[in-house]
């Protein structure tokens, strides 16, 4: 939009990452982990989003190349999009498994490989 | 006028909340028409008279207060009373809520069921007037319907889970996975219309309905019910909505004598009547959607009325008329129409029996979808061969003539590949004779008494 | 940081992002998982609209499409399947990985936060493509440039589909 800066989306990108990535560390439901890597992940989205609408004002010309990199972040954020979804499919899926043979969701207690 | 002319001198933002405002209104009033038409139309299409007692005056005979010409005569409602009725029993009876449940997600549950019901009209055009229709004319139009509608599976969902009860969860979940299934139908319908008019605005869409029927004949108007892929489309469409309103045939998440009544059981009064307004908002949502995709929108006719006022014949005056009458009455054509689409969802509820939960999915995953799929790819092969095939005169109308053959030949494959898979389920037919071992009652009795 | 003028777009990306900071807040704080599951349909929510004032329609859209509609749907279900939504079900005791946790975040983000912010305080003027985040200039680029990334993510949305029906089935 105009008047805001690129600071502020890009801030608010950074801060539902490193919220992401402390989730991550810190719950022990399997479930709420992969949601706090779908928000890293949406974070990501964001700021490539971002930096593909302010990168147009910056080049004052249309060239094939600014247009090719202004098109770029969204083509990511599609492919970024898709990934995620199939991977969410297969993560679930792999939770439920999980906790069909033990009955237990607790990423702590998931250390069978443990040396 | 002074009212347009100050309308469009305000800003953008208050231009847009008017739109919105007049848009909720117009959704709100016809509401209670709906669930009284729907009581009277189901209870005479099952033989049986509906609610026809509410509001019915008699004058009295003996007070002085009453005008002479009007004692003792009876006034008839026709039971049109009997939504307020509704109304104002749900609004003062007690509210409950279970007692273990999760509160905030209880109460969140028949808001996100409503909110999705209003928001999806924001893109259909409900009239010519393109200052306060539609609200929003974005370029992702019928993207954002299916993105709304999806969103309304979180308040079937929630309020299952909310419930606290294993029934209300089952139905909920049963619900949703209802719900995500036929969208994925309604979504291909769609895009082979997208495809079709080439852009994803219903605005552009209506815009090359009224262009003259194949091409060819200019006074009618080229709906896409008349072609024939827009046809398999709106069938699959018609299908898909009636699925995602959780109406019969599909309510087998809210059906009385399954889950009690599925997701909302333990749902009573305001929250209630919520949740059956959201249904009938969606309902005439999605009625609106598929006139205006399929069906020409405000149009009342197929018929091209500028074209026919311009021509020279008898009636031209008259057809000057009626496409000013449409111009300035628009909405209310929107509003017959969407009553005409209730009275299908009604008929289909009074004639159809309720499909079992396998039933339905096995037709929403297995029959519809790969049809959708199938009706998008030829979409997509025709636009490719009549492109390739040029700028001649008669292109169009052999292709729609080879369309439609195409159309009821895949038809007529389907019905004999479903009743080869039914034959084939049903067995030979042949009754096997049954073992039966008559009791000798001489030997029973004096064995019992003894 | 001293030219910034509050515009009407300023408050309104200042409430937005407050709610979806807020909302991420949610996820990573709530012991219930359905509340944070719903703390992240609302995050994505917020971001679909931060989309669209980005110009990007087609892709906020999606977003709601994938994302809210689908993504967070089977979230919720496996969660009411596995009934995890009772706090009681999973203790999550106090330990020391909590407020390590927290520390470790807040250095992260400082540390790049102070890095890179400052050099993006600068505004856009003028938007040159006229149909940006159209689905037209989408189509464009994704059906001519990116097509065979294009293939490729429909070969990884099908090995998606059959993994998750073969875990998902009980004997194969």
């Known amino acids: 939009m105009n008047g805001v800066p ?39 989205n964001l700021t490539f989003l971002s930096f593909a609408r302010y990168r147009i004002a910056e080049s004052s010309r249309v060239t094939i190349e600014a247009e090719r990199s202004v098109m770029a972040g969204q083509m990511m954020v599609i492919f970024v999009m898709a990934v995620a979804a199939a991977e969410v499919a297969v993560g679930l899926g792999i939770i439920m498994t999980i906790f069909r043979s033990r009955n237990n969701v607790d990423v702590d207690e998931l250390n069978l490989l443990r040396g | ?96 809520a279970p007692s273990t449940s999760d509160k905030f997600v209880y109460f969140l549950a028949p808001a996100l069921a409503v909110f999705p019901a209003f928001a999806i009209g924001a893109v259909i055009p409900w009239s010519a007037w393109r200052s306060l229709t539609p609200v929003a004319n974005v370029d992702i139009g019928v993207l954002y319907i299916l993105a709304i509608s999806s969103l309304g599976v979180y308040g079937v969902v929630l309020a299952g889970y909310a419930s606290n009860n ?48 194949y091409g060819v004949i200019p006074f009618l108007q080229n709906w896409y019910a008349f072609t024939p892929f827009g046809f398999v489309a709106m069938v699959v469409f018609f299908i898909c909505m009636v699925a995602e309103t959780n109406r019969a045939p599909f309510d087998l998440p809210e059906a009385e004598s399954e ?80 009553f005409a689409v209730i009275t299908a969802y009604i008929w289909v509820r009074a004639t159809l029996p309720r499909l079992r939960y396998d039933q339905l999915m096995s037709f929403g995953w297995r029959w519809l979808l790969p049809l959708a799929t199938c009706n998008l790819i030829v979409v997509a092969l025709w636009l490719v061969s009549t492109k390739l095939a040029g700028d001649k005169s008669n292109s169009g109308v052999i292709g729609i003539a080879l369309g439609w053959a195409a159309v009821v030949i895949a038809m007529l494959v389907l019905y004999v590949i479903y009743r080869q898979i039914r034959k084939n389920q049903a067995g030979d037919g042949k009754l096997e004779p049954r073992q039966v071992t008559l009791v000798d009652p001489n030997a029973a009795s004096t064995q019992g008494a003894g | 940081m001293n030219d910034i003028q509050i515009t009407p777009e300023l408050i309104l990306f200042c409430g937005l992002a407050g709610i979806a900071a807020l909302a991420s807040l949610g996820v990573v704080l709530f012991q219930n998982a359905v509340r944070s599951a719903l703390c992240l349909v609302l995050n994505f929510f917020v971001l679909a ?34 009934n995890l939504g009772s706090a009681r079900l999973l203790e999550e005791k106090w330990d020391i990985k909590k407020p390590l946790g927290a520390v470790f975040g807040i250095a992260l983000a400082t540390l790049i936060g102070s890095q890179m912010l400052p050099g993006f305080l600068s505004r856009t003027h003028v938007n040159p493509l006229s149909d940006y985040g159209t689905p037209q200039a989408l189509g464009r680029t994704i059906f001519t440039e990116y097509a065979v990334p294009f293939e490729c993510i429909s070969v990884l949305l099908l090995v998606g589909i059959v993994g998750s029906i073969l875990l998902a089935k009980r004997k194969i």
């Open chain 2, 166 to 213: 294993k029934y209300s969860l089952m139905g909920g979940l049963r619900a949703s996975a209802q719900l995500i299934s036929y969208e994925l139908s309604m979504g291909m319908s769609l895009g082979a219309i997208a495809l079709g008019s080439g852009s994803l605005r219903p605005t552009d869409m209506l815009a090359a309905q009224e262009q003259p029927l």
């Open chain 2, 1 to 96: 006028m002074d009212v347009a002319k100050w309308f469009l001198g305000l800003a953008d933002f208050w231009q847009a909340l008017i739109r919105a405002i007049i848009w909720v209104l117009f959704i709100f009033a016809p509401v209670p028409i709906f669930i009284w038409w729907e009581r009277r139309l189901l209870s005479w299409m099952q033989d049986r008279i509906g609610p026809n007692r509410v509001g019915n005056i008699t004058w009295s005979t003996r007070s002085k207060y009453v005008p002479g010409f009007l004692k003792g005569k009876k006034w008839k409602l026709f039971g049109l009373a009997q939504p307020v009725a509704d109304g104002i029993k749900s609004f003062t009876k007690e509210d409950l």
């Open chain 2, 259 to 338: 889950l009690v009544a599925g997701y909302n059981t333990e749902y009573s009064t305001k929250k209630w009547v919520m949740f059956m307004m959201g249904e009938y908002v969606n309902m005439f949502i999605f009625g609106s959607v598929i006139m205006t995709v399929f069906l020409g929108g405000y149009n009342l006719l197929p018929v091209n009325w500028d074209y026919l006022a311009h021509q020279n014949w008898p009636g031209a005056g008259i057809c000057e008329f009626i496409a000013r009458l449409q111009y300035w009455l628009g909405f209310g054509v929107f509003f017959i129409k969407g």
């Open chain 3, 49 to 82: 609209i931060l989309y669209f004032t980005l110009n990007a329609q087609m892709l906020g859209i999606t977003q709601i499409v994938v994302y809210t509609g689908a993504i967070m749907v089977l979230f919720l279900f496996v969660i009411m399947l596995l």
């Open chain 1, 6 to 44: 690129l600071a502020a989306y890009l801030g608010l990108g950074l801060f539902m990452f490193c919220v992401g990535i402390v989730g991550v560390i810190v719950r022990r439901n399997p479930i709420v982990i992969f949601m706090c890597v779908e928000l890293m992940l949406n974070a990501a």
